[in-house]
């Protein structure tokens, strides 16, 4: 079968990597890709967010099936347009309907569904613009540190953790007033702080049946030590040793079934994956979000455990017989580092030739995933984004899986190469 898949970061060369292993993989194209999708299937110049180029291709390659990577084009409404558009209605496309994907486009819709399907979570209250007055009186009401999200989309980076309420106080008037995150805060939902141990679980659904992915935690500041700015992810580990099967049991009864049987009361259509960003508070899981779509970098860990054909998966999910596949995992770890260009998640450069990736590829045990990359002049590859590549090692135990992969790390290079030295550090504390 050919296959159409949307995006252009690591989490979408993780995919390609997995869908091309496939012998269901007659032809792979994505769009539009980046260096090291085209080095395994065919990329193509087409926005993902441009439905009519979409479907006019899906149309002259007899395409099958349409992956979506990205939330951007689901929160458009991509599923929408195909399910209304009769000449590619035909065509099964992973991810949930815009309905479903406010779940991750609007925080505000998220903690009402939350809360009116009984899924545990943090309290909160959402705010605008012309209620700014009252959520200022409400934050002087709130226990210290407090969280301030964007209610819309914001790359991964519109939540504020505040530790005074003069802090508190400012950073809300930045958000609704002087638009910090654009159209992204024109809501701000102020949440009671959560403190544990954080992590994600990854839930692939037909909108009935649903397979539980292997678990990982993700590192989202630029610094060593969880110091600095938030990023989209600096780095992943999967299996975690604090998700044990008595905490994962919880989960699902708790979380993912609440989650699944709203959805359908509420006749929300939703194939695809469901990200949920959850807190371990001494054992007990409460969800901090819900994403409508699989993490990066954390697929890049958590796709090299999947053992089962994860095209195989994905036809399933669009065919709606799920319940009639067999989810095998790897029982070994893998941990991923993220190498980003200088300067990121603030302004960087772009266009830096990246050297050593014909050795850092020959490596064993670790699996090297293109994000913002991009061919430059006889063959070369260049760096195109701020997280430019992720570097995945695998091995017995998380140690293990860690040293290869900072083995391969130690191969690249490119001017103003950042990554963080200390992933997995406080997961290796927890199993001594």
Not at 299 to 327: C, W
Request: with cysteine; proline share 4%; net charge negative.
């Amino acid at each position: 079968m050919n296959i159409l898949l949307l995006g252009s970061g690591g989490r979408e060369h993780a995919f390609a990597w997995k869908i091309v292993d496939s012998p269901k993989c007659n032809k792979l194209f994505v769009a539009p890709g980046n260096a090291g999708t085209s080095q395994i299937a065919e990329n193509v110049d087409i926005s993902p967010n441009d439905f009519e180029k979409l479907s006019s291709f899906v149309l002259e390659k007899n395409i099958s099936l349409v992956v979506v990577g990205p939330e951007e084009p689901l929160v458009k409404g991509i599923v929408d347009y195909f399910e209304g558009n009769e000449k590619v209605s035909h065509i099964p496309v992973i991810g949930p309907s815009q309905k479903g994907a406010h779940l991750e486009g609007s925080k505000d819709f998220s903690k009402k569904f939350m809360e009116k399907h009984g899924v545990p979570t943090a309290a909160s209250k959402t705010f605008t613009k012309e209620t700014l007055n009252e959520g200022l009186q409400y934050l002087n009401t709130q226990s210290l540190p407090i969280v301030l999200k964007a209610d819309g989309l914001a790359a991964g980076k519109g939540v504020l953790i505040c530790q005074t309420i003069e802090e508190a106080q400012k950073s809300l008037k930045e958000m609704l007033v002087d638009n910090k995150f654009g159209e992204a805060s024109s809501k701000v939902v102020i949440e009671q702080y959560l403190d544990g141990i954080e992590l994600s679980v990854f839930v692939a659904t037909d909108g009935l049946s649903y397979r539980i992915l292997p678990e990982a935690k993700d590192y989202k500041r630029i610094g060593e030590n969880d110091q600095g700015l938030n990023t989209g992810g600096m780095g992943a580990v999967s299996p975690v040793p604090f998700a044990d099967t008595e905490f994962l049991s919880k989960v699902e009864e708790r979380v993912v079934k609440p989650t699944i049987n709203g959805l359908n009361a509420e006749g929300i259509k939703y194939t695809g994956f469901l990200f949920i960003g959850l807190m371990n508070i001494q054992g007990e899981p409460f969800v901090i979000e819900y994403n409508v779509r699989m993490g990066d970098p954390e697929t890049q860990a958590v796709l090299p455990r999947i053992k089962s054909d994860f095209l195989d998966m994905l036809v399933h999910m669009g065919e709606k017989t799920l319940g009639n596949y067999t989810l095998d995992i790897h029982p070994f770890a893998a941990t991923t580092v993220v190498l980003v260009a200088g300067g990121y998640p603030e302004s960087y450069k772009k266009g830096d030739r990246i050297e050593g990736l014909e050795i850092a590829n020959a490596e064993e045990n670790s699996i090297l995933f293109h994000a913002g990359t991009k061919l430059g002049e006889e063959n070369s590859v260049l760096t195109n984004g701020g997280r430019v590549m992720a570097v995945t090692g695998t091995g017995e135990e998380v140690g293990t899986a860690l040293e290869n992969a900072y083995n391969t790390v130690s191969k690249v290079c490119w001017k103003d190469l950042y990554f963080r030295k200390d992933i997995g550090q406080d997961i290796l504390k927890l199993l001594k």
